[in-house]
Nanobody
Framework: QVQLVESGGGLVQAGGSLSLSCAAS????????MGWFRQRPGKEREFVAV????????DYPDSVKGRFTISRDNAKNTVYLQMNSLKAEDTALYYC???????????????????WGQGTQVTVSS
């Protein structure tokens, strides 16, 4: 079992920055892919970023590419999401997810992830 706890959400003005963290405990996730997703009210969960186990492979959708950066510290079993140039449309509940068995691959699909955190709210005021 893996427990994921997100932190770092909050209220920020458009154009500002926030940094999210996701701490994992229980079974190690350092050998698998870690992802961030978000969900806006009335919308489906949306892929935001993913990082492979070694950190060399990352993937982002066009909506956040160039503004968001995912990173990880396997020694701390923690993944981060640096969000810059935030827009009102980035407002959502942000979730961390883990796929411990995805050693060399990454996925944009929520169904590929086995473990999820409770989410942290990010609100961007325009």
């Amino acid at each position: 079992q893996v427990q994921l706890v997100e932190s770092g959400g909050g209220l920020v003005q458009a154009g500002g920055s926030l940094s999210l963290s996701c701490a994992a405990s229980g079974r190690t996730v350092s050998s698998g892919a870690m992802g961030w997703f978000r969900q806006r009210p009335g919308k489906e969960r949306e892929f935001v970023a993913v990082i492979a186990w070694g950190g060399a492979i990352t993937d982002y959708p066009d909506s956040v590419k160039g503004r968001f950066t995912i990173s990880r510290d396997n020694a701390k079993n923690t993944v981060y999401l640096q969000m810059n140039s935030l827009k009102a449309e980035d407002t959502a509940l942000y979730y961390c997810a883990a796929d411990p068995d995805a050693t060399y691959s990454t996925s944009r699909y929520p169904s590929d992830y086995d473990y999820w955190g409770q989410g942290t709210q990010v609100t961007v005021s325009s």
